[in-house]
Protein backbone atom coordinates (compact mmCIF):
# COMPACT_ATOMS: atom_id res chain seq x y z
CA UNK A 1 0.00 0.00 0.00
CA UNK A 2 1.60 3.46 -1.24
CA UNK A 3 0.77 6.24 1.40
CA UNK A 4 2.51 8.73 -0.04
CA UNK A 5 4.06 10.46 -3.12
CA UNK A 6 7.73 11.64 -4.05
CA UNK A 7 8.46 13.47 -7.59
CA UNK A 8 11.88 14.53 -8.35
CA UNK A 9 11.73 16.66 -11.76
CA UNK A 10 14.87 17.01 -13.35
CA UNK A 11 14.47 19.72 -16.68
CA UNK A 12 15.46 18.36 -18.94
CA UNK A 13 17.12 14.86 -18.28
CA UNK A 14 17.53 12.95 -21.58
CA UNK A 15 16.44 9.47 -21.71
CA UNK A 16 19.34 8.72 -24.02
CA UNK A 17 21.68 9.92 -21.71
CA UNK A 18 20.30 8.28 -18.95
CA UNK A 19 20.23 4.86 -20.70
CA UNK A 20 23.95 6.07 -22.12
CA UNK A 21 25.47 6.96 -18.64
CA UNK A 22 23.36 4.47 -16.67
CA UNK A 23 26.36 2.36 -15.13
CA UNK A 24 27.43 5.55 -13.44
CA UNK A 25 24.33 5.76 -12.00
CA UNK A 26 23.77 3.96 -9.11
CA UNK A 27 20.68 5.51 -7.77
CA UNK A 28 18.66 6.07 -10.87
CA UNK A 29 19.72 2.34 -11.90
CA UNK A 30 17.99 0.72 -8.54
CA UNK A 31 14.92 2.66 -9.22
CA UNK A 32 15.05 1.11 -13.03
CA UNK A 33 15.69 -2.12 -11.27
CA UNK A 34 13.03 -2.34 -9.17
CA UNK A 35 10.53 -0.60 -10.83
CA UNK A 36 9.91 0.96 -14.43
CA UNK A 37 12.23 3.40 -17.19
CA UNK A 38 10.41 5.02 -20.18
CA UNK A 39 10.31 7.37 -22.35
CA UNK A 40 7.93 10.49 -21.69
CA UNK A 41 6.50 12.38 -24.39
CA UNK A 42 6.45 15.60 -23.72
CA UNK A 43 3.88 18.60 -24.58
CA UNK A 44 3.91 20.75 -27.73
CA UNK A 45 5.50 22.87 -27.70
CA UNK A 46 8.21 20.84 -25.41
CA UNK A 47 8.91 23.90 -23.26
CA UNK A 48 9.83 24.27 -19.59
CA UNK A 49 6.75 26.70 -19.17
CA UNK A 50 3.53 25.32 -19.30
CA UNK A 51 5.25 21.78 -19.18
CA UNK A 52 5.37 21.32 -15.81
CA UNK A 53 2.44 22.71 -15.35
CA UNK A 54 0.43 20.31 -17.76
CA UNK A 55 1.74 17.55 -16.01
CA UNK A 56 0.53 18.58 -12.78
CA UNK A 57 -2.44 19.97 -13.89
CA UNK A 58 -3.43 17.11 -16.61
CA UNK A 59 -4.42 19.90 -19.29
CA UNK A 60 -2.22 20.79 -22.38
CA UNK A 61 -1.21 23.70 -23.10
CA UNK A 62 -4.61 24.88 -25.41
CA UNK A 63 -6.74 24.18 -22.17
CA UNK A 64 -4.19 26.02 -20.03
CA UNK A 65 -4.07 29.16 -22.40
CA UNK A 66 -0.20 29.16 -21.92
CA UNK A 67 2.04 28.77 -25.25
CA UNK A 68 5.19 29.23 -24.14
CA UNK A 69 7.33 31.92 -21.37
CA UNK A 70 5.80 34.81 -22.96
CA UNK A 71 1.51 35.25 -24.14
CA UNK A 72 0.03 37.69 -25.69
CA UNK A 73 -2.14 39.52 -22.66
CA UNK A 74 -4.32 40.74 -25.31
CA UNK A 75 -4.48 41.57 -28.94
CA UNK A 76 -2.25 44.12 -29.28
CA UNK A 77 1.04 44.04 -31.27
CA UNK A 78 3.08 44.86 -27.72
CA UNK A 79 1.00 42.47 -25.21
CA UNK A 80 3.08 39.50 -24.42
CA UNK A 81 3.57 38.87 -20.77
CA UNK A 82 5.36 36.67 -18.50
CA UNK A 83 3.90 33.76 -17.54
CA UNK A 84 3.20 33.71 -13.54
CA UNK A 85 0.68 31.55 -11.67
CA UNK A 86 -2.43 33.53 -12.76
CA UNK A 87 -2.22 32.78 -15.92
CA UNK A 88 -2.55 28.80 -14.76
CA UNK A 89 -6.13 28.65 -13.69
CA UNK A 90 -6.76 24.85 -13.94
CA UNK A 91 -6.37 23.16 -9.93
CA UNK A 92 -3.24 21.83 -9.94
CA UNK A 93 -2.81 18.18 -8.09
CA UNK A 94 -1.42 19.59 -5.07
CA UNK A 95 -4.71 21.83 -4.36
CA UNK A 96 -7.14 18.49 -5.25
CA UNK A 97 -4.99 16.79 -2.63
CA UNK A 98 -5.28 19.64 -0.15
CA UNK A 99 -9.20 19.32 -0.35
CA UNK A 100 -8.53 16.12 0.04
CA UNK A 101 -6.80 16.91 3.61
CA UNK A 102 -3.60 15.83 2.00
CA UNK A 103 -0.54 17.95 2.57
CA UNK A 104 2.05 18.83 -0.07
CA UNK A 105 5.68 20.17 -0.13
CA UNK A 106 5.89 21.76 -3.47
CA UNK A 107 9.48 22.95 -4.16
CA UNK A 108 10.86 24.45 -7.94
CA UNK A 109 8.03 23.71 -9.81
CA UNK A 110 8.40 26.82 -12.83
CA UNK A 111 4.67 28.41 -12.58
CA UNK A 112 4.27 28.73 -9.39
CA UNK A 113 5.41 32.04 -8.84
CA UNK A 114 3.60 34.44 -7.03
CA UNK A 115 3.20 31.68 -4.48
CA UNK A 116 -0.64 30.49 -4.23
CA UNK A 117 -2.20 29.21 -0.62
CA UNK A 118 -1.85 25.54 -0.48
CA UNK A 119 -2.15 22.85 2.15
CA UNK A 120 1.55 22.53 3.17
CA UNK A 121 4.27 24.25 2.06
CA UNK A 122 5.36 25.96 -1.44
CA UNK A 123 8.86 27.36 -2.40
CA UNK A 124 8.59 29.06 -6.46
CA UNK A 125 10.45 27.86 -9.24
CA UNK A 126 11.47 28.89 -12.47
CA UNK A 127 10.39 32.57 -13.85
CA UNK A 128 10.19 33.56 -10.06
CA UNK A 129 12.07 37.33 -10.70
CA UNK A 130 14.08 36.94 -6.99
CA UNK A 131 13.83 36.29 -3.33
CA UNK A 132 13.66 39.74 -2.53
CA UNK A 133 9.93 39.47 -2.93
CA UNK A 134 7.67 36.69 -1.44
CA UNK A 135 8.43 33.33 -3.39
CA UNK A 136 7.09 31.06 -0.71
CA UNK A 137 3.89 30.02 1.07
CA UNK A 138 3.62 30.61 3.95
CA UNK A 139 5.70 33.76 3.56
CA UNK A 140 8.01 33.28 7.10
CA UNK A 141 9.13 29.83 5.26
CA UNK A 142 11.74 32.19 3.05
CA UNK A 143 13.19 32.47 6.93
CA UNK A 144 13.04 29.29 7.34
CA UNK A 145 14.94 28.73 3.87
CA UNK A 146 17.46 31.29 4.70
CA UNK A 147 18.47 29.32 7.89
CA UNK A 148 18.67 26.00 6.17
CA UNK A 149 20.51 26.92 2.68
CA UNK A 150 21.67 30.23 3.01
CA UNK A 151 20.84 32.28 -0.20
CA UNK A 152 17.92 30.22 -2.43
CA UNK A 153 18.87 30.04 -5.91
CA UNK A 154 15.92 30.09 -8.69
CA UNK A 155 18.35 29.56 -11.37
CA UNK A 156 21.89 30.34 -12.59
CA UNK A 157 21.84 33.88 -13.89
CA UNK A 158 23.27 34.29 -17.51
CA UNK A 159 23.65 30.59 -18.44
CA UNK A 160 24.91 31.49 -21.79
CA UNK A 161 28.03 32.64 -21.47
CA UNK A 162 31.43 31.38 -22.48
CA UNK A 163 32.57 31.10 -18.98
CA UNK A 164 31.67 27.63 -19.13
CA UNK A 165 33.46 27.20 -15.58
CA UNK A 166 31.18 29.09 -13.64
CA UNK A 167 28.30 28.22 -14.93
CA UNK A 168 29.50 24.43 -13.85
CA UNK A 169 30.02 26.10 -10.61
CA UNK A 170 27.10 28.08 -10.10
CA UNK A 171 24.86 24.72 -11.63
CA UNK A 172 26.44 22.39 -9.01
CA UNK A 173 25.93 25.55 -6.21
CA UNK A 174 22.04 25.82 -7.11
CA UNK A 175 21.59 21.59 -7.30
CA UNK A 176 23.22 21.44 -3.95
CA UNK A 177 21.13 24.21 -2.16
CA UNK A 178 17.89 23.02 -3.76
CA UNK A 179 18.16 19.44 -2.83
CA UNK A 180 19.28 20.01 0.52
CA UNK A 181 16.30 22.63 0.94
CA UNK A 182 13.68 19.60 -0.11
CA UNK A 183 15.65 17.27 1.79
CA UNK A 184 14.95 19.48 4.98
CA UNK A 185 11.55 19.64 3.92
CA UNK A 186 11.07 16.20 3.68
CA UNK A 187 12.28 15.35 7.02
CA UNK A 188 10.72 18.01 9.02
CA UNK A 189 7.25 18.31 7.54
CA UNK A 190 4.47 16.03 7.92
CA UNK A 191 3.78 15.21 3.75
CA UNK A 192 1.59 13.09 1.81
CA UNK A 193 3.08 14.39 -1.81
CA UNK A 194 5.95 15.89 -2.67
CA UNK A 195 6.91 17.52 -6.08
CA UNK A 196 10.54 18.92 -6.89
CA UNK A 197 11.91 20.24 -9.82
CA UNK A 198 15.98 21.69 -10.15
CA UNK A 199 16.71 23.16 -13.14
CA UNK A 200 20.29 22.01 -13.62
CA UNK A 201 20.40 19.63 -16.12
CA UNK A 202 18.61 21.93 -18.68
CA UNK A 203 21.08 25.27 -17.74
CA UNK A 204 23.91 22.63 -18.56
CA UNK A 205 22.78 21.17 -21.17
CA UNK A 206 22.21 24.38 -23.11
CA UNK A 207 25.68 25.72 -22.01
CA UNK A 208 27.81 22.35 -22.44
CA UNK A 209 26.03 20.35 -25.15
CA UNK A 210 28.83 21.33 -27.72
CA UNK A 211 31.72 20.54 -25.42
CA UNK A 212 29.95 16.86 -24.64
CA UNK A 213 28.59 15.91 -28.08
CA UNK A 214 31.45 14.96 -30.57
CA UNK A 215 29.20 15.03 -33.46
CA UNK A 216 28.46 19.00 -32.99
CA UNK A 217 30.36 20.89 -35.49
CA UNK A 218 31.50 22.96 -32.84
CA UNK A 219 32.78 20.39 -30.61
CA UNK A 220 36.35 20.78 -29.65
CA UNK A 221 37.71 16.91 -28.73
CA UNK A 222 40.22 18.71 -26.16
CA UNK A 223 37.48 20.54 -24.47
CA UNK A 224 38.26 20.59 -21.01
CA UNK A 225 34.82 20.65 -20.43
CA UNK A 226 34.40 17.65 -22.29
CA UNK A 227 33.07 15.23 -19.61
CA UNK A 228 31.02 18.25 -17.41
CA UNK A 229 27.69 16.83 -18.65
CA UNK A 230 28.27 12.98 -17.63
CA UNK A 231 29.78 14.35 -14.52
CA UNK A 232 26.77 16.48 -13.32
CA UNK A 233 24.65 13.20 -14.19
CA UNK A 234 26.48 11.60 -11.76
CA UNK A 235 26.14 14.49 -8.89
CA UNK A 236 22.40 14.44 -9.65
CA UNK A 237 22.46 10.94 -8.94
CA UNK A 238 24.38 11.37 -5.83
CA UNK A 239 21.98 14.01 -4.30
CA UNK A 240 18.82 12.23 -5.76
CA UNK A 241 19.97 8.79 -3.48
CA UNK A 242 20.26 10.91 -0.66
CA UNK A 243 16.36 12.08 -1.03
CA UNK A 244 15.42 8.37 -1.01
CA UNK A 245 17.49 7.15 2.08
CA UNK A 246 15.54 9.19 4.44
CA UNK A 247 12.00 7.79 2.88
CA UNK A 248 10.06 4.97 3.93
CA UNK A 249 9.47 1.88 2.00
CA UNK A 250 5.42 2.61 1.26
CA UNK A 251 6.70 5.89 -1.25
CA UNK A 252 6.19 5.76 -4.93
CA UNK A 253 9.15 7.27 -5.93
CA UNK A 254 8.80 9.76 -9.59
CA UNK A 255 11.78 10.20 -11.20
CA UNK A 256 10.74 12.24 -14.33
CA UNK A 257 11.53 15.33 -17.02
CA UNK A 258 9.52 17.67 -18.83
CA UNK A 259 11.49 17.19 -22.18
CA UNK A 260 14.93 15.54 -23.72
CA UNK A 261 17.63 17.80 -25.10
CA UNK A 262 19.08 17.19 -28.29
CA UNK A 263 21.85 19.32 -30.43
CA UNK A 264 20.99 22.67 -32.06
CA UNK A 265 22.74 23.71 -35.20
CA UNK A 266 21.95 27.24 -35.84
CA UNK A 267 18.74 29.52 -35.71
CA UNK A 268 15.91 31.46 -38.66
CA UNK A 269 15.44 34.79 -38.26
CA UNK A 270 11.71 34.32 -38.12
CA UNK A 271 10.87 37.91 -39.02
CA UNK A 272 13.96 38.83 -41.64
CA UNK A 273 12.63 35.66 -43.78
CA UNK A 274 9.00 37.08 -43.59
CA UNK A 275 10.34 40.20 -44.53
CA UNK A 276 12.31 38.66 -47.52
CA UNK A 277 9.01 36.74 -48.36
CA UNK A 278 6.67 39.89 -48.08
CA UNK A 279 4.61 39.13 -45.44
CA UNK A 280 6.45 41.85 -42.85
CA UNK A 281 6.69 45.30 -43.66
CA UNK A 282 8.61 47.85 -41.77
CA UNK A 283 8.80 51.79 -41.88
CA UNK A 284 12.91 51.43 -41.70
CA UNK A 285 15.29 48.77 -41.69
CA UNK A 286 17.28 48.60 -38.58
CA UNK A 287 21.14 49.33 -39.31
CA UNK A 288 22.26 47.22 -37.08
CA UNK A 289 20.63 44.10 -35.55
CA UNK A 290 16.92 44.48 -33.57
CA UNK A 291 14.74 42.45 -31.51
CA UNK A 292 11.47 42.93 -33.14
CA UNK A 293 10.01 43.89 -29.94
CA UNK A 294 12.07 46.96 -29.96
CA UNK A 295 11.09 47.32 -33.13
CA UNK A 296 7.28 47.38 -32.35
CA UNK A 297 7.50 49.28 -29.27
CA UNK A 298 9.58 51.91 -31.80
CA UNK A 299 6.50 52.29 -34.33
CA UNK A 300 8.70 50.98 -37.07
CA UNK A 301 6.49 48.00 -38.16
CA UNK A 302 3.75 49.14 -41.04
CA UNK A 303 1.08 47.00 -39.70
CA UNK A 304 -1.23 48.53 -42.67
CA UNK A 305 1.06 46.44 -45.02
CA UNK A 306 1.84 43.71 -42.84
CA UNK A 307 0.50 39.89 -42.82
CA UNK A 308 2.26 38.47 -39.96
CA UNK A 309 4.97 38.89 -37.70
CA UNK A 310 7.22 36.26 -35.61
CA UNK A 311 8.61 35.69 -32.03
CA UNK A 312 11.85 34.42 -31.28
CA UNK A 313 12.99 31.40 -28.81
CA UNK A 314 13.80 27.96 -28.94
CA UNK A 315 10.80 27.76 -31.12
CA UNK A 316 8.88 29.70 -33.63
CA UNK A 317 5.48 31.59 -33.11
CA UNK A 318 3.78 33.10 -35.91
CA UNK A 319 0.75 35.45 -35.55
CA UNK A 320 -1.39 36.30 -38.85
CA UNK A 321 -2.68 40.42 -38.28
CA UNK A 322 -6.35 39.73 -39.27
CA UNK A 323 -9.26 42.36 -39.77
CA UNK A 324 -10.97 42.73 -36.98
CA UNK A 325 -9.03 41.02 -34.34
CA UNK A 326 -5.94 42.70 -34.61
CA UNK A 327 -6.05 46.57 -34.44
CA UNK A 328 -4.79 46.89 -38.06
CA UNK A 329 -5.61 43.95 -39.22
CA UNK A 330 -4.90 43.27 -42.91
CA UNK A 331 -5.68 39.53 -43.57
CA UNK A 332 -9.60 39.12 -44.33
CA UNK A 333 -10.99 36.18 -41.80
CA UNK A 334 -12.23 34.15 -45.45
CA UNK A 335 -8.61 34.69 -46.26
CA UNK A 336 -6.74 33.31 -43.33
CA UNK A 337 -6.91 29.63 -42.92
CA UNK A 338 -5.28 30.04 -47.24
CA UNK A 339 -2.69 32.52 -45.94
CA UNK A 340 -1.80 30.58 -42.92
CA UNK A 341 -1.19 27.19 -45.00
CA UNK A 342 0.41 29.29 -47.69
CA UNK A 343 2.62 30.32 -44.82
CA UNK A 344 3.33 26.58 -43.28
CA UNK A 345 4.05 25.25 -46.99
CA UNK A 346 6.71 27.79 -47.34
CA UNK A 347 8.59 27.31 -43.62
CA UNK A 348 8.35 23.48 -44.23
CA UNK A 349 10.28 23.46 -47.66
CA UNK A 350 12.99 25.86 -45.75
CA UNK A 351 16.70 24.63 -46.61
CA UNK A 352 20.04 25.36 -45.01
CA UNK A 353 22.03 27.41 -46.92
CA UNK A 354 23.52 24.19 -48.50
CA UNK A 355 20.38 23.79 -50.27
CA UNK A 356 19.27 20.97 -47.41
CA UNK A 357 15.89 20.38 -46.74
CA UNK A 358 15.61 21.22 -42.90
CA UNK A 359 12.95 19.27 -41.53
CA UNK A 360 10.78 21.80 -40.36
CA UNK A 361 7.46 20.87 -39.15
CA UNK A 362 4.64 23.61 -38.34
CA UNK A 363 1.74 22.69 -36.07
CA UNK A 364 -2.02 24.30 -36.36
CA UNK A 365 -3.07 24.96 -32.65
CA UNK A 366 -6.70 23.86 -32.82
CA UNK A 367 -5.31 20.48 -34.73
CA UNK A 368 -3.03 19.77 -31.74
CA UNK A 369 -4.70 20.51 -28.07
CA UNK A 370 -7.87 19.69 -26.92
CA UNK A 371 -9.08 23.23 -26.71
CA UNK A 372 -7.65 26.43 -27.07
CA UNK A 373 -8.01 29.24 -24.70
CA UNK A 374 -5.92 32.58 -23.99
CA UNK A 375 -4.53 34.31 -27.47
CA UNK A 376 -2.76 31.16 -29.53
CA UNK A 377 -0.03 31.86 -31.89
CA UNK A 378 -1.60 31.18 -35.41
CA UNK A 379 1.49 28.85 -36.46
CA UNK A 380 3.96 26.68 -33.88
CA UNK A 381 7.17 26.52 -35.92
CA UNK A 382 9.82 23.89 -35.16
CA UNK A 383 12.18 25.36 -37.39
CA UNK A 384 14.46 21.55 -38.56
CA UNK A 385 12.38 19.83 -35.86
CA UNK A 386 13.82 22.03 -33.22
CA UNK A 387 17.43 21.25 -34.24
CA UNK A 388 17.11 25.29 -35.31
CA UNK A 389 16.12 27.78 -32.98
CA UNK A 390 13.85 30.61 -34.42
CA UNK A 391 15.98 34.20 -33.78
CA UNK A 392 13.64 36.94 -33.21
CA UNK A 393 15.65 39.44 -34.53
CA UNK A 394 15.64 41.48 -38.24
CA UNK A 395 18.88 42.73 -39.28
CA UNK A 396 22.02 39.76 -39.70
CA UNK A 397 20.84 37.53 -42.42
CA UNK A 398 18.36 34.90 -42.24
CA UNK A 399 20.49 31.98 -40.92
CA UNK A 400 22.16 32.32 -37.74
CA UNK A 401 25.07 30.44 -36.15
CA UNK A 402 25.51 32.07 -32.59
CA UNK A 403 22.34 32.23 -30.46
CA UNK A 404 21.00 35.95 -30.47
CA UNK A 405 20.74 35.21 -26.98
CA UNK A 406 23.97 34.17 -25.70
CA UNK A 407 26.17 30.95 -26.35
CA UNK A 408 23.60 27.79 -26.43
CA UNK A 409 23.86 24.87 -28.56
CA UNK A 410 21.58 22.40 -27.69
CA UNK A 411 17.64 22.58 -28.31
CA UNK A 412 14.73 20.57 -26.94
CA UNK A 413 13.95 17.16 -28.04
CA UNK A 414 10.47 15.58 -27.53
CA UNK A 415 10.88 12.58 -25.11
CA UNK A 416 11.55 13.27 -21.52
CA UNK A 417 12.27 10.80 -18.57
CA UNK A 418 9.60 8.68 -16.42
CA UNK A 419 11.38 6.21 -13.77
CA UNK A 420 8.88 4.88 -11.13
CA UNK A 421 9.64 2.76 -8.34
CA UNK A 422 7.56 0.78 -7.91
CA UNK A 423 6.36 0.33 -11.05
CA UNK A 424 3.79 2.41 -11.79
CA UNK A 425 2.73 3.05 -15.33
CA UNK A 426 3.14 0.14 -17.52
CA UNK A 427 2.17 1.68 -20.72
CA UNK A 428 2.93 4.75 -23.00
CA UNK A 429 2.85 7.97 -20.90
CA UNK A 430 3.05 11.97 -22.25
CA UNK A 431 3.29 14.98 -19.79
CA UNK A 432 -0.63 15.62 -19.45
CA UNK A 433 -0.98 11.65 -18.31
CA UNK A 434 0.78 12.66 -14.84
CA UNK A 435 -1.89 14.58 -13.26
CA UNK A 436 -4.38 11.45 -12.88
CA UNK A 437 -1.77 8.58 -12.35
CA UNK A 438 -0.54 10.21 -9.24
CA UNK A 439 -4.21 11.22 -8.49
CA UNK A 440 -5.65 7.83 -8.90
CA UNK A 441 -2.96 6.64 -6.23
CA UNK A 442 -4.78 8.71 -3.50
CA UNK A 443 -7.97 7.90 -4.33
Known amino acids: MISRVLVIGLD????GLVERFLDDLPTLRGLIEAGEFRRLRSVDPPITVPAWMC??????????????????????YDGLRIATSAAFRARALWDELGEMGLRSIVVGVPGTYPPRPIRGLLVSGFLAPDTDRNYTFPPSLKHRIAEIVGEYIIDVRNFRTQDKAHVIAEVHRMTERRFRLMEALMKDEAWDFAAFVEMGPDRLHHA???????????HDPDSPYKDAIRDYYRFLDGWVGRLLDALPGDTQVIVMSDHGIQPMY???AVNEWLIREGYLALREYPREPARIDDLIAGGLVDWSRTVA????????????NVKGREPQGTVSPDEYDAVRRELAQKLEALTDEEGKLLGTKVLFPEEIYREVNGIPPDLIVYFGGLRWRSIGTVGGGIYWHENDTGPDDANHAPDGVFIASPPLAGRELSLSDIHDLILDLYR
Open 309 to 320: WGEGGYYGRIFL
Open 266 to 268: GGI
Open 12 to 15: CLDP
Open 55 to 76: AFTGRDPGELGVYGFRNRADRS
Open 208 to 218: LWAHHDRTHPK
